[in-house]
């Protein structure tokens, strides 16, 4: 099938996240489908399954125009949608989840047909060369196999056209290579297939053409032969972008943070981080690469004071602080950006001013006599707003109203207020545009170059190999590898990660 | 410009809510009327007229309870300072006054609990439990054995802390074993009348001689707060004054204090104020205590200066109804003190209402509580009304 969207806009109060989009898949073709948080995608692609009305622009399937008023009739279209959050019961079998919602059944009372179903399965995934366990359970699965059973599920529904949203966020760089593989599959077989993204070299090595999205609007097309990942980034973000962090060579110093043995539990009481061992020293960044889940979130809360530590010590500036609480550790110098700053890192609803202080407002400086010293804090915070370029109209807006960048430099210029020996910075550029995600690698590298040690823990292998002067995997909760910099190949660490220790 | 924007804003939910409550208020008045009901089918324009004509009466009456008669007001106008007609000009008013200080209290009380992030519902028992430390008090050091002034700053200071004593133990309960303080605080507030139903009816010391009701001593022999008006028979005394000085300070421990930085970073993201090493357990404990100490301080001031007794319902339903004013005065205090003062018009319109129309005071707890389920669904509220200057945008800034 051939889909078209024509002049799709759509608009919400105060923002046209659509503005006259037009783009067109091809029977067994990938489109690459590129654009930055907030360019629009996840509204157009809300829009072709169903999820929203657009104000006006039409969707064409093989010329004729359709319009979807709910996911369902977006379905029967034969238009399959593959989340990024994959939708799957964790205790159904594989065979189960793929049929859910159509299942086939037999006798008088439409009892479920086990064995048809199962044969289904295992035709469909013969067919397409998608290899699961029809019996597995999803629990089991891990991630690359349970985004299969979601592929499936899709064409289970006779989808001709497959939109797969960023797909790869969630899998190491084999699988990811994997998923291509069953990408050019299903193209080859006839699918039309839209791959949405913010990588630019995926969609070089899986797209047959390129249509990139910038602030509601289509930004340029282009195709992988034509372009390369400068100009797709250019195109995306609207001037040119550095795309590599320009760094000196790092002047390595004395040991400041020494984690020698340490086993962290997580909430259920099970081991996450296992006997980990490793250093930073002052002028270096050790960025720790790792598939979401495999302790790294208990890791980084052990060392910040937020989760007990089970057994192991951990030194900083050799003194153990193993019993530190979060504000002993941060006065000990310790600057933390965490994982999930919604969660953790800022406080919705507060100004920026009162987030800016929001570990230092106890200090002499900020308090006084058991009263806040709001001028203080006002100067603090209009000098750092100042100094990390965050676009706000006034310090007294509330946080929330603020893009995520910018929330995020208002965290890493709070954490950097403090005299800082060591960072710990935990994704700290997920969800981010590139220019503030360029930005805030500028600052972290500053931090490096002044002589703090600085430990990066990112599910993004190229932040991980962009910032890393040495490079620790972590698989199942074990430091499975650490890695020099010039020995830390995209393979190497990517079978690292996939818990393959050579 | 911006910041006069913002107040409308802040104000437009709950005035809607008030407004429409009332409404659906006269809805009802107009539909359980059995005389209307009865001629509903055979004279539907007929019924009608009568029930708006009912609902009509019903909302002056309230007005004229809650503000005062414009008739008698007159009057005490022209009588060139008639002091008993000024009293009867003014009581309305000022009762609608007294009858909103409790609420400001428990108002102020629950609120700083709710920014912390702690569903304090035990405002009644914390109330209840200041009543008897103001009634303690009055008994032990009024009635001359200290000074008057002295005898009444006691009286605060045993309120203070028989409200902060009360609400430690659902604090201290949460922030050590985990309990939720929904579940304690409401069985204190049980504990807490049957406790004066204990102290009022088996000590001899308390109990109002012949000892037969379980009530206390008329505790205006011991303690007497002093009024504010000229007029010696209209009831306002120093309690008002002292509940507006209470949100102030309440407004500027929120606001401009430490403390009350960590109490309101943990109420909107306990996740980050631990991040930040603010201790959550000694937020949660200090919350609770600043918020029984403000009910407590109420409830003595109330029992002694108003009441003039102590009795086991002496909270009545002020614990509830000031829930609802603290979410709709926004958890601010002057949005509490605002919402109290509404309150106590309704609700002292509201006697006056039953006693003209025979429409039960009951239905202002229906106002009320419709004017709760509008705050708690904002955009309910505004569907209802479609405001013309409600701009529903996102800021966002890039």
Redesign the interface.
């Given at each position: 099938m051939k889909l078209e969207l024509q002049g799709i806009t759509k608009q919400?109060?105060?923002?046209l996240a659509n503005d006259r989009i037009s783009i067109s898949v091809d029977k067994g073709q990938v489109l690459g489908l590129l654009g930055e948080n907030g360019a629009g995608k996840t509204t157009l692609m809300n829009i072709l399954s169903g999820l929203y009305r657009p104000d006006s622009g039409s969707i064409r399937i093989d010329g004729t125009e359709r319009t979807f008023r709910d996911p369902a009739e977006a379905i029967n279209a034969g238009i399959g949608m593959v989340h990024q959050h994959f939708m799957l019961v964790p205790v159904f079998d594989v065979t189960e989840s793929v049929v859910l919602g159509s299942e086939p059944t037999k006798g008088p009372l439409g009892s479920f047909d086990r064995t048809t179903a199962r044969a289904q399965v295992v035709e469909l995934s013969k067919k397409h060369g998608l290899h699961v366990d029809p019996d597995a359970k999803i629990e089991s699965l891990p991630v690359g196999v349970r985004q299969r059973v979601e592929i499936l599920k899709a064409l289970y529904r006779k989808s001709e056209i497959l939109v797969l949203d960023e797909p790869s966020a969630v899998l190491t760089p084999q699988e990811t290579e994997e998923l291509f593989e069953i990408i050019r599959g299903l193209a080859k077989s006839g699918t039309a297939v839209i791959f949405i993204t913010h990588k630019l070299n995926e969609v070089i090595a899986v797209a047959d053409k390129i249509t990139v999205l910038r602030r509601g609007t289509v930004a340029g097309e282009t195709t992988p032969a034509a372009a390369t990942a400068a100009s797709l980034a250019e195109m995306m973000v609207g001037r040119e972008v550095q795309l590599t962090v320009s760094r000196s060579k790092s002047k390595v110093l004395e040991p400041i943070l020494e984690v020698n043995e340490m086993s962290v539990l997580n909430d259920a009481g099970a081991i996450a981080v296992d006997r980990a061992t490793f250093e930073v020293r002052s002028g270096e960044i050790l960025a720790i690469a790792g598939v979401q889940g495999n302790g790294q979130t208990e890791l980084v809360e052990a060392l910040?004071?937020?989760r007990p530590i089970d057994s192991g010590n951990v030194m900083l500036e050799s003194k153990a602080f193993a019993a530190g609480?979060?504000?002993?550790i941060?006065s000990a110098g310790v600057a933390?950006i965490?994982e999930d700053r919604n969660?953790?890192?800022?406080?919705?609803?507060?100004t920026i001013a009162?987030n800016y202080i929001?570990?230092t407002?106890?200090l002499p400086q900020y308090?006084k006599r058991?009263?806040?010293d709001?001028k203080a804090i006002s100067a603090a915070t209009e000098k750092a707003v100042k100094d990390f370029d965050v676009?706000?109209?006034s310090i007294d807006?509330d946080i929330a109203?603020?893009?995520g960048g910018?929330q995020q430099k208002v965290i890493v210029a709070r954490e950097f207020s403090r005299n800082v020996r060591l960072v710990i910075a935990a994704q700290p550029t997920r969800g981010l545009d590139v220019g503030s995600i360029e930005y805030i690698h500028r600052r972290i590298v500053e931090q490096r170059d002044s002589g703090a040690a600085v430990l990066i823990v990112s599910t993004e292998l190229d932040e991980v190999l962009a910032l890393g002067d040495r490079v620790a995997v972590m698989y199942e909760g074990r430091i499975v590898g650490i890695l020099d910099a010039k020995d830390a190949t995209r393979e190497r660490v990517g079978l690292l990660m996939g818990g393959i220790v050579a | 410009m911006n910041r006069i924007g913002a107040f409308a804003g802040k104000l437009r939910v709950p005035a809607l809510s008030i407004f429409v409550a009332l409404f659906i208020g006269a809805l009802f008045i107009i539909f359980t009327d059995v005389e209307v009901l009865g001629r509903l089918l055979s004279d539907p324009i007929g019924a009608l007229s009568l029930g708006v004509g009912r609902a009509a009466t019903a909302y002056s009456a309230l007005l004229r309870g809650a503000l005062g008669d414009p008739e008698t007001i007159g009057k005490a106008l022209a009588s060139n300072g008639d002091v008993q007609l000024w009293a009867r000009a003014l009581r309305p008013i000022v009762e609608s006054v007294v009858a909103s200080v409790p609420l400001i209290f428990v108002g102020l009380g629950v609120s700083v609990a709710f920014r912390t992030g702690i569903f304090n519902i035990g405002g009644a028992g914390q109330y209840t439990m200041g009543a008897v430390g103001g009634t303690l008090a009055a008994l032990i050091f009024g009635g001359g054995v200290t000074p008057a002034p002295i005898a009444i700053i006691l009286v605060m200071i045993f309120g203070l802390i028989g409200g902060a004593l009360w609400a430690f133990i659902p604090g201290f309960l949460k922030a050590r074993v985990g309990a939720s303080e929904v579940i304690t605080t409401i069985m204190l507030n049980f504990i807490a009348a049957q406790f004066v139903f204990f102290l009022v009816s088996n000590f001899e010391f308390i109990q109002k001689p012949p000892r037969i009701q379980p009530v206390s001593k008329e505790l205006s022999q011991f303690v007497d707060l002093p009024g504010i008006l000229p007029i010696e028979s209209l009831r306002l005394d120093i309690g008002i004054i002292v509940a507006l000085l209470t949100a102030v300070a309440v407004s500027w421990f929120l606001f401009?204090?430490?403390?009350g930085?960590?109490l309101?970073?943990a109420g909107?993201?306990i996740?980050?104020?631990?991040?930040?090493?603010m201790g959550a357990a000694s937020s949660i404990i200090t919350a609770m205590l600043i918020s029984g100490a403000i009910s407590g301080l109420g409830g003595a001031l109330v029992a002694v200066g108003t009441v003039k007794q102590l009795s086991p319902g002496i909270a009545g339903s002020v614990g509830f109804t000031a829930i609802a004013i603290a979410l709709v005065g926004g958890t601010r205090p002057s949005g509490v003190v605002a919402t109290a003062l509404v309150f106590g018009l309704l609700q002292h319109g509201g006697s006056l209402m039953q006693v003209t129309t025979s429409i039960p005071i009951e239905m202002l707890l229906f106002i009320q509580a419709l004017v709760i389920a509008f705050i708690a669904a904002p955009e309910l509220t505004l569907g209802i009304i479609k405001n013309p200057f409600v701009?529903?945008?996102?800021?966002?800034?890039?």
């Open positions: 919400f109060p105060g923002v910040t004071g937020l609480s979060p504000r002993e941060a933390h965490p969660r953790d890192g800022m406080v919705k609803g507060m009162e929001l570990n407002y106890h308090s058991g009263l806040l709001r676009r706000t109209p807006t109203s603020l893009s910018n | 401009r204090s430490t403390r930085f960590e309101r970073t909107l993201n996740a980050a104020a631990k991040y930040a090493g701009r529903r945008s996102k800021s966002v800034t890039k």
